[in-house]
């Protein structure tokens, strides 16, 4: 049976839920040309309270379509989501509303949150400061760089509260050096918030540089095939030879991963 | 979670990082943030103000010679821009010219107003519900290319010669172009911010109020735009075709009384006149609103 729970609270309803996310044996099919096409198989997979988990996968692996249905914007056709709370969702796109300034887009969301008035200001120049774009409240959108934008696009989801914050390529447009420093920033606002994250990512590096633990996913349809726990010590660099090292073992994997199709 | 891993000590990269990371990004927003100034006065009346003076100028000269040289010899047929003004000139004297212009703007206003609070829900209506925009969607599309003139007959027979009868050719003529304006801005919001929306939690009334109503403006305004050049129209095309003497004089019946009277100079202070108001209302009210929308949102390309 297929559910999508927003549950989570344990059993005493005090104590915080075992789990930010827990997937269990979710299953996802298209309507496709070919008949059903199943897009996802069997994931089961948990992302522990304050946990930052990456999701590797090639083109096809279905990272994408799992994010939304831990989102809950889609429902998955097999097995059960639940998730503490509403997550908060990133996308590649910055997708800020290019209505409202900067500040005003972060109050949006704490107003849908039930934030009273009087305090979203504040509350907006508070994670504002956060991301360290201190006086961007009233930019417009189109006044941001690439890189402010995402930097705002995080403080907007920060602003849910959420217990869990899906990331999908949030960092893939743009260049190297914005990414690099997003990195550093993404990883100092996790361990500040001891925020949960489950990031989808293609690029390997960008996966180990990140993440405690790595779960790299088959394509066609998405099955996890491995996973890896990084022990390397926060703040890493891209470049450390210990997150090289251990990008190349991941590589080598999700690239026997992608011979396969060939094969067919 | 693997705990024993993550245990991350604060050496001094940590405190390094930190201060190296906020001058680095301090850095990088000041090189990526465009600048963007006003542009200088001057520059704007060279390219903006100065060329349609000029078009206007050639077009009185040809004007003025046409008539000074006597290609067109007959006053009834081509009157000399000074009679135009004269007569213009003569009816701001008898304190006529300002009754004129505020009776047909006065109507075509309070009528795009109303156009405006028929034309809004409904167009929320066929682009939000499958159902309405199924049954009527295509009827409202085809209603824009009715040259609201036709609407004048009935009007007269229905409501008779009066006010309203003027009111319901305006909307019948303005309501099509807001509805089908808001109805294309709203087909032409990005999912992505529906998405966000959804996310955020704005769905149902509040995804409609916070996300798609704001996303859909641009399009909106346009329509709004377009409405105002209907119902401009649909008035004068009303006042024409149904002067009364009760009505009062605007200036579709001041184009009327000309033609009857065999005026000419009279007949073309009508035309100018329509002509500048239905031009100046859309300087002063459509195109400023539309440039605030287009360029708040980074929709206005500069040059």
Not at chain 2, 260 to 271: L, P
Request: some cysteine; charged content about 20%; aromatic content about 6%.
């Amino acid at each position: 049976m297929a559910t999508t729970t927003t549950l989570a609270k344990a059993a005493d309803g005090t104590e915080s839920a075992e789990y930010a996310a827990r997937i269990e044996h979710v299953s996802k099919s298209f309507a496709g040309p070919a008949g059903q096409q199943l897009v996802l198989d069997d994931i089961t997979l948990d992302v522990a309270p304050g946990e930052f988990v990456t999701l590797l996968g090639a083109s096809g692996c279905g990272k994408s379509t799992l994010l939304n249905l831990v989102a809950g914007l889609d429902r998955p056709s097999a097995g059960g989501i639940s998730t503490d709370g509403r997550p908060a969702l990133m996308f590649q796109e910055h997708a800020l509303f290019p209505w409202l300034t900067a500040g005003k887009n972060i109050e949006l969301a704490l107003r849908l949150r039930g934030v009273p008035k009087s305090e979203r200001r504040d509350k907006a120049e508070e994670l504002l400061e956060l991301v360290r774009l201190k006086g961007a409240y009233g930019k417009r959108v189109h006044e941001l760089s690439g890189g402010m934008r995402q930097r705002v696009a995080m403080a907007r989801a920060l602003a849910q509260e959420s217990k869990l914050l899906l990331m999908d390529e949030p960092f893939a447009a743009l260049d190297a050096i914005t990414r690099d420093v997003l990195h550093d920033e993404l990883t100092r606002i996790w361990r500040e918030t001891q925020v949960s994250v489950l990031f989808v990512t293609h690029n390997v590096r960008e996966a180990v540089r990140l993440a405690e633990r790595v779960v790299l996913l088959s394509s066609r349809p998405g099955r996890i095939a491995r996973e890896w726990t990084v022990g390397i010590p926060q703040p890493r660099r891209i470049e450390d030879t210990a997150v090289a090292e251990l990008s190349v073992e991941i590589t080598e994997e999700l690239r026997g991963e992608i011979r396969r199709h060939g094969q067919h | 979670m693997a705990s024993t891993d993550t245990t991350r000590p604060a050496g001094d990269r940590d405190a390094k990082d930190g201060g190296d990371l906020a001058g680095l990004e301090a850095g990088l927003d000041a090189l990526e943030s465009v600048q963007q100034g006003r542009t200088p006065w001057r520059q704007t009346f060279v390219e903006k103000i100065l060329p349609p003076t000029v078009a206007v100028l050639l077009v009185l000269a040809v004007w003025q010679a046409l008539v000074s040289f006597e290609i067109v010899d007959d006053p009834t047929k081509l009157p000399a821009p000074s009679d135009v003004w004269d007569v213009l000139h003569q009816a701001w004297l008898q304190g006529e010219l300002l009754g004129y212009i505020w009776t047909s703007v006065s109507r075509g206003l309070l009528g795009f107003c109303f156009a405006l609070v028929i034309g809004t829900p409904l167009g929320l209506l066929v682009a939000r519900v499958k159902f309405v925009r199924a049954a009527i969607g295509p009827i409202l599309s085809g209603l824009q290319s009715l040259p609201s003139v036709a609407w004048v007959p009935p009007a007269v027979i229905w409501l008779g010669l009066n006010n309203s009868m003027m009111y319901a050719v305006i909307l019948l003529g303005a309501v099509p172009s807001i509805a089908n304006g808001l109805v294309s801005g709203v087909d032409q919001v990005s999912p992505i911010f529906l998405r966000a929306g959804r996310t955020l939690g704005a769905t149902g009334l509040k995804g409609t109020w916070h996300i798609v109503l704001p996303a859909a403006l641009p399009g909106y305004v346009a329509g709004l735009k377009q409405g105002w050049a209907f119902s401009w129209r649909s008035l004068m095309a009303a006042e024409i075709i149904a002067s009364f003497p009760d009505l009062g004089v605007g200036l579709g019946q001041l184009l009327e009384n000309g033609r009857n009277a065999s005026d000419m100079a009279m007949v073309f202070e009508a035309i100018l006149l329509i002509l500048v108001v239905g031009i100046a209302i859309d300087l002063l009210i459509f195109s400023p609103l539309e440039r605030w929308v287009l360029r708040s949102r980074g929709l206005l390309v500069k040059g």
